[in-house]
């Protein structure tokens, strides 16, 4: 348990480091599809997380959408949260 965490850390990490050393580097069009290829990708990734989002929104919005649709919002919603996070390091004076 302890390396999963200290592996989790470094990777952590070393994304923090890359995101602000090369994301100011980007053009906003490349910032914006990496923002895309790291929310997707975290969507996978974070299941636990994925799984309270669906609930979350079986609760807020019973039948009234249907499955696939929140499936769709839960992948929107991580792809918005990346491209924030993005934009934090490559905001331009």
């Known amino acids: ?3 999963a965490r200290k592996i989790r850390y470094r990777l952590e990490w070393l994304g923090l480091k890359f995101a602000t050393k090369v994301v100011p580097l980007l053009s906003r069009k490349a910032c914006y599809r990496l923002a895309l290829l790291l929310g997707s990708l975290a969507t996978s990734l ?3 997380g994925g799984h309270v989002a669906l609930s979350n929104l079986r609760v807020a919005f019973g039948d ?3 499955s696939e649709r929140r499936e769709q919002i839960v992948r929107e919603s991580y792809r ?3 491209q924030t ?4 390091f490559g905001v331009r004076a």
């Open 1 to 3: 348990m302890r390396t």
């Open 46 to 48: 974070d299941r636990r």
């Open 64 to 66: 009234e959408i249907s």
């Open 80 to 82: 918005h949260f990346a």
């Open 85 to 88: 996070m993005l934009d934090f």
